[in-house]
């Protein structure tokens, strides 16, 4: 079946850049996105790429997808202390509709 | 539109109790989705409906596990004669096209 990976933890400091990565092995993924988390709450829907797409930007987020190899980033510009939180990488497919994610990235912005 | 309300916030039950949480969706969207989140991992895909219609069910939702969707609006989950490793997060999303939103969750505590 569908796997989605992502590392587990990252690290910046406030105003840097963050990048987090994910990984899926399902070729006929077809929407791609990234939701937030932060504790005791539901998922935030931050962003998603269809999959004829290589880039999308939205304000401080920058999406990209490299499909040869199944990977997605998320990058945001000049971090906040608000965006600690656990971003959570997610693929569905066309016809299913249900997504698969991924354990999630914890996010640690440090002052 | 106020979003995906579910309800209770929050349940504790003992052990062979049954459960019964409630979803509202967003209204119209025809797409109702449930999904487990235990600690530290990404949410598990449960069940899905279209309208009225459960389309698909998760191998993770096993016999004790029931749910409905009367006339396409909101969703019920029941967990029969539950178990401590019923004990998780039970989030609700619905969507009309590529965007789920998602409810603040029901954590469920089982003793």
């Known amino acids: 079946g569908e796997d989605v990976e992502q590392s587990l933890f990252l690290s910046v400091r406030e105003g840097d850049s963050s990048v987090i990565n994910c990984t899926y092995t399902d070729s006929s993924s077809t929407y791609l996105y990234w939701y937030k988390q932060e504790p005791g709450a539901g998922l935030q829907l931050l962003t998603y790429?269809?999959?004829?797409?290589d880039m999308k930007q939205d304000q401080r987020l920058t999406v990209l997808l490299n499909k040869k190899d199944k990977h997605l980033s998320l990058r945001i510009a000049d971090t906040q202390t608000g965006d600690s939180a656990i971003y959570f990488c997610a693929v569905s497919t066309s016809g299913t509709y249900k997504y698969i994610f991924g354990t999630g990235t914890r996010l640690k912005v440090l002052a | 539109d106020t979003g995906v309300s579910q309800d209770p916030r929050h349940k504790i039950t003992k052990r062979g109790q049954n459960v019964t949480f409630r979803c509202d969706p967003i209204s119209e969207h025809n797409r109702l989705y449930w999904y487990r989140q235990t600690l530290g991992q990404g949410p598990e895909f449960l069940t899905y409906?279209?309208?009225?219609?459960?389309?698909?069910k998760s191998r993770l939702l096993s016999d004790r596990f029931s749910a409905e969707r009367p006339k396409g609006s909101f969703s019920t989950l029941e967990i029969q004669r539950t178990e401590q490793g019923d004990s998780a997060m039970y989030l609700c999303?619905?969507?009309?096209?590529?965007?789920?939103?998602f409810g603040q969750g029901t954590r469920l505590t089982v003793v």
């Open positions: 790429i269809f999959s004829n797409m």
């Open positions: 409906f279209q309208n009225e219609a459960q389309l698909e």
């Open positions: 999303a619905s969507s009309d096209k590529a965007e789920a939103f």
